[in-house]
């Protein structure tokens, strides 16, 4: 109800109707991980060209590609981010910018978002904002990230979600985002909230069976492996992050059983898919 009030209050104001803007335009950035294709690699085509179809001017829109293993703050990271997104506002003048991302995706615009005196870049960037949808961000981190660190069986078992232990799981560890949310990330419960929205899309589940088709969205070996890996976090997860990690910061725009086809939740790995009709949500948004 708060982001739909919100979107009426927009379009009774001055700054005005954003889905008729030629300057709209929408930026897809990432989580863990060293992309350097992640148009096909990590979104897949019909997620991209789906959400791109909201836009006024459909060729408005960006892939980001860098690397996420690092820290949030590192130059490879969020000066990487800034640095594409300052490209890309200025190359095609835009004015109003929805940037959606996946996973630790929002970690690093919340540095932006949160630290706009660490690079000159990120006014700007700021200011063209109009809203981050976060697709199951790990707000607080993820016990998992703890037991890759700690060496356990999941360094080898979560070794293709999680990149082993980069810089990124370990800033990922639970404790220390509890450090940084309270000391350099805004949105989270006892912090300033961030100048623009931060809308949480929070992965509620896994479900998977050779014979539900829905299992194969995304990809099926992936699933069963989120699957397997929710065992050891709180029973509301999408197989890597818990509940409260995706709600912590910003508000929830909704859970993904209220508003996926059939009800399904999404798990990790589909919520960065084109899966039961998150990516018409998507575009539709803008």
């Given at each position: 109800m708060i982001r739909i009030a919100l979107v009426l209050l927009l379009a009774l104001g001055t700054t005005s109707a954003y889905a008729t803007?030629?300057?709209?335009?929408?930026?897809?950035?990432?989580?863990?991980?060293?992309?350097?294709d992640a148009y096909n690699d990590y979104w897949q085509p019909t997620m991209v060209n789906t959400v791109r179809q909201g836009l006024v001017n459909q060729n408005n829109y960006?892939?980001?590609?860098?690397?996420?293993?690092?820290?949030?703050?590192?130059s490879r990271a969020a000066g990487c981010l800034a640095t594409q997104l300052t490209a890309f506002i200025t190359s095609k003048?835009?004015?109003?910018?929805?940037?959606i991302t996946h996973s630790n995706g929002g970690n690093v615009m919340r540095w932006i978002m949160s630290n706009p005196t660490w690079d000159?870049?990120?006014?700007?960037?700021?200011?063209k904002?109009?809203?981050v949808n976060a697709l199951a961000p790990s707000s607080a981190g993820t016990p998992l990230a703890d037991a890759v660190i700690s060496g356990n069986v999941f360094e080898s078992a979560l070794g293709w979600l999680l990149g082993y232990k980069s810089d990124a799981v370990r800033m990922q560890q639970v404790s220390w985002m509890s450090y940084y949310n309270q000391n350099y990330l805004l949105g989270t419960s006892g912090?300033?909230?961030?100048s623009k929205g931060f809308w949480s899309v929070v992965g509620t589940d896994v479900e998977t069976a050779v014979w539900d088709g829905d299992s194969y969205c995304g990809g099926y070996s992936l699933n069963v492996g989120l699957e397997i890996t929710q065992a050891w976090l709180a029973s509301c997860s999408d197989g890597?992050?818990?509940?409260?990690?995706?709600?912590?910061?910003?508000?929830?725009?909704?859970?993904?059983?209220?508003?996926?086809?059939?009800?399904?939740p999404l798990s990790h790995n589909q919520s960065r898919r084109a899966c039961f009709g998150l990516q018409n949500i998507l575009r539709d948004d803008l």
């Open positions: 803007s030629a300057g709209t335009g929408v930026a897809f950035v990432h989580g863990t991980g060293h992309q350097t960006t892939v980001i590609n860098c690397d996420f293993e690092q820290y949030m703050w590192d003048n835009i004015t109003d910018l929805v940037v000159s870049r990120y006014p700007a960037i700021i200011s904002i109009r809203w912090r300033p909230g961030m890597f992050l818990e509940c409260s990690s995706q709600r912590a910061a910003g508000n929830v725009w909704f859970n993904d059983t209220t508003r996926m086809a059939g009800g399904e």
